[in-house]
């Protein structure tokens, strides 16, 4: 089988062993997608596999072997960038930018839970029919993705303001 990565097929690496991380950046050369503590507390690396996001440093490529992978290089249409990294820039939701496509990559997963309906553990109604996007909530949602440079504020605005076009 193979991994489709951004809309193409890439083959499995032989080695079993081999980290999703490693071989967007090292294989593929797919450097968008950062190495940052590279143990699962940054969300630097965070992916989407299947629509769901992943931290792609504890995800072994064989994991997702047939499934369909986007990192922050597959969510922009053509020449047009994704809503949510218009949004990042409009609201300046980043500093250093390390972080940044976790947190985009995050963000576009947890919109989609948030469609769904899925609670988080501050949602205060878990029998509502749609949860609503306070800031709290994303902040809760978010808590995986870290910005060291105190970005959060920007990243909160931005979610809010995409979460707003997608309800209008």
């Known amino acids: 089988m193979a991994i489709r990565i951004n809309g193409a097929e890439v083959e499995a690496p032989e080695d079993a062993r081999v980290s999703l991380l490693d071989l967007l950046r090292e294989r593929v ?22 629509g769901e996001r992943v931290l792609s ?5 064989a994991q997702v072997d047939g499934r369909s992978v986007t990192t922050i290089e597959g969510l ?41 309906g899925a609670p988080s553990y501050v949602t205060a109604d878990l029998t509502a029919e749609r949860v609503p996007l306070t800031r709290e909530e ?23 303001q995409v979460a707003a076009e997608r309800a209008a």
Do not use: W
């Not at 440093?57 to 490529?61: E, G, H, I, K, N």
């Open 29 to 50: 050369h797919l450097t968008g997608t950062k190495v940052g503590c590279n143990q699962g507390a940054c969300g630097a690396c965070t992916v989407l596999v299947d």
């Open 57 to 61: 440093c504890l995800t072994l490529a």
């Open 76 to 116: 922009a249409e053509a020449e047009a960038l994704h809503p949510l990294q218009a949004a990042f820039i409009d609201h300046d939701g980043f500093q250093c930018g390390y972080c940044t496509p976790g947190q985009i990559c995050a963000a576009a997963a947890m919109l989609a839970e948030v469609a769904a």
């Open 138 to 160: 994303i902040r809760e949602r978010m808590s995986g993705n870290l910005c060291r440079c105190g970005a959060h504020n920007g990243i909160v605005d931005a979610i809010l």
